[in-house]
């Protein structure tokens, strides 16, 4: 089982950077690959990046691509995700997401745990 806290959202200026944190409590971090995705009001819900259980292997939406890096701390259970060059098209709920296997995804039926979600906004 697992369970995923995050922390990190604010309101941040157009080129700004931010860092959003994903903890994971429960045993199975090491075997789970983990995924960012966010939702903007009115819009579906939006992958952005994974990476696998072993953190060898990552991949980001075209559309954050060169801004948004994903890692992970294995010491800490954290995910996390660095978003820089920020912009008002980035505001949203952002989540994190964990996969009961080690293989990347980027389909959100795919992740069994979910956090909370936190707010990003980016003004203009």
């Known amino acids: 089982q697992g369970h995923l806290l995050q922390s990190g959202g604010n309101l941040v200026q157009t080129g700004d950077s931010l860092k959003l944190s994903c903890a994971f409590s429960?045993?199975?971090?090491?075997?789970?690959?983990m995924g960012w995705f966010r939702q903007a009001p009115g819009k579906e819900r939006e992958f952005l990046a994974t990476?696998?259980?072993?953190?060898?292997?990552?991949k980001s939406a075209d559309s954050v691509k060169g801004r948004f890096t994903v890692s992970r701390d294995y010491a800490k259970n954290e995910l996390y995700l660095q978003m820089n060059s920020l912009k008002p098209e980035d505001t949203a709920v952002y989540y994190c997401?964990?996969?009961?296997?080690?293989?990347?995804?980027?389909?959100?039926?795919?992740?069994?745990?979910w956090g909370q979600g936190t707010q990003v906004t980016v003004s203009s």
């Open positions: 997401a964990g996969r009961r296997y080690s293989g990347i995804s980027v389909d959100a039926v795919e992740y069994y745990y």
């Open positions: 429960g045993r199975t971090f090491r075997d789970s690959a």
């Open positions: 990476i696998s259980s072993g953190g060898q292997i990552t």
